[in-house]
């Protein structure tokens, strides 16, 4: 099966960047979706961003749109997030899923999901 290993998660001020890595192993990711939710506390946890691995199509949340990039190399089966422009609001618990492609891609769905790494932003 595919594992996923969370990294790159830390503390950032206000208006800066992270870039959290994702690599599986185990499998091939050809016939997944990869994607980043996060969790803060208390709450549920929502999607972030998605890319198809064979394509590269994205897909983000509002709520990142335009400060969030989600890339892959095909080589090192590793996926990315670049984190620009972060606010306090995106503190949270940011976690690596893989999604089958043709299923609907959503907390729920997941096949496989990271440990998650934290990332928190302080004002």
């Known amino acids: 099966q595919v594992q996923l290993v969370e990294s790159g998660g830390g503390l950032v001020q206000a208006g800066g960047s992270l870039r959290l890595s994702c690599a599986a192993s185990g499998g091939t990711l050809s016939s997944y979706a990869m994607g980043w939710f996060r969790q803060a506390p208390g709450k549920e946890r929502e999607f972030v961003g998605r890319?198809?691995?064979?394509?590269?199509?994205?897909r983000y949340a509002d709520s990142v749109k335009g400060r969030f990039t989600i890339s892959r190399d095909n080589a090192k089966n590793t996926v990315y997030l670049q984190m620009n422009s972060l606010k306090p609001e995106d503190t949270a618990v940011y976690y690596c899923g893989a999604g089958i492609l043709g299923f609907n891609f959503g907390p729920q769905n997941m096949a496989f999901w990271g440990k998650g790494t934290l990332v928190t932003v302080s004002s």
């Open positions: 890319i198809g691995w064979s394509a590269g199509i994205t």
